[in-house]
């Protein structure tokens, strides 16, 4: 019996536990099986918690290790309170994606504020081998359409595509096929950007290794930096996603800041043989 706890941030959840009661184990075959919505206990993703020095190590639903999180992170943040791992208001985080600074705002509700760090144009830093300069409003075929894609490394691999309405349509056929487009060699991650006014943006975000979801922490930054440096918006956004809302401001040294919530859903044992 593996202990394991749930959380979820604006409806993105995760299944969090120890990294070392699994670091002798498949971790891969064990995060396919609890992330599992039918014969597991379901979610977008898997954080385990490594100790001195305190990181994350995320995997998606399908059991791909990706470099972070930012709904996750928030998560992780909650679980490091919720178990006394963790309690001063400002600490560090490290990820395969660098060191991520945790301020804690609130505690009823639980709110962080996480430093998210830059992001990173380079088409190398996305796995793109194709192209030598950035991909920003690159036009990429998806059967007979030309979409204008913004794609970046912001904490992993975002894709920011512009619609004039992000909650009336089923994005995830469109989704997939950008995310798997020949394009990206490693995959990406595709949100779906409707600007609502300069301080306001709606968005829906189609993740590699696991679908649609109900929100993206990452996919939040990414568009904000875009729909600021590219369509002329604020620095500081209201991203309002299916599930809730979160705000991101953008800073002086261009470091990404992200401010939203964590919840605990439950907490128990999973039967891993």
Not at 203 to 229: P, Q
Request: with cysteine; proline share 3%.
């Amino acid at each position: 019996m593996i202990p394991i706890t749930k959380y979820h941030g604006c409806g993105n959840d995760f299944i969090i536990t120890d990294w070392e009661l699994l670091k002798d184990r498949s971790i891969e075959d064990f995060v396919l099986r609890v992330c599992d919505r039918h014969t597991g206990i379901g979610a977008d993703g898997c954080i385990l918690v490594k100790q001195k020095p305190l990181e994350m190590v995320f995997y998606n639903a399908d059991s791909s290790r990706a470099p972070m999180c930012g709904n996750g992170i928030r998560c992780f943040a909650k679980y490091c309170y919720d178990e006394g791992i963790e309690t001063a208001e400002e600490y560090d985080v490290e990820t395969l994606a660098g060191s991520k600074h945790v301020t804690r705002v609130s505690l009823k509700p639980f709110q962080v504020r996480i430093d998210m760090g830059t992001w990173d144009d380079d088409p190398k830093s996305i796995q793109v081998d194709t192209l030598k300069e950035p991909v920003m409003g690159y036009e990429l075929c998806i059967g007979d359409k030309s979409i204008p894609v913004y794609s970046f490394f912001m904490s992993t691999v975002h894709t920011v595509v512009f619609v004039s309405d992000a909650f009336a349509f089923d994005y995830n056929d469109i989704g997939h096929a950008i995310c798997h487009h020949p394009l990206y060699r490693e995959q990406t991650n595709v949100n779906f950007v409707q600007i609502v006014d300069a301080h306001t943006l709606q968005m829906v975000t189609y993740e590699r290794g696991v679908g649609m979801t109900l929100a993206c922490g990452t996919g939040a930054c990414a568009a904000a930096r875009i729909a600021h440096e590219k369509k002329g918006c604020a620095a500081n956004l209201k991203i309002i996603v299916k599930r809730g809302e979160l705000y991101i401001d953008i800073d002086d040294q261009q470091h990404v800041h992200m401010f939203g919530p964590a919840e605990r859903i439950l907490k128990g044992e999973v039967a891993y043989v």
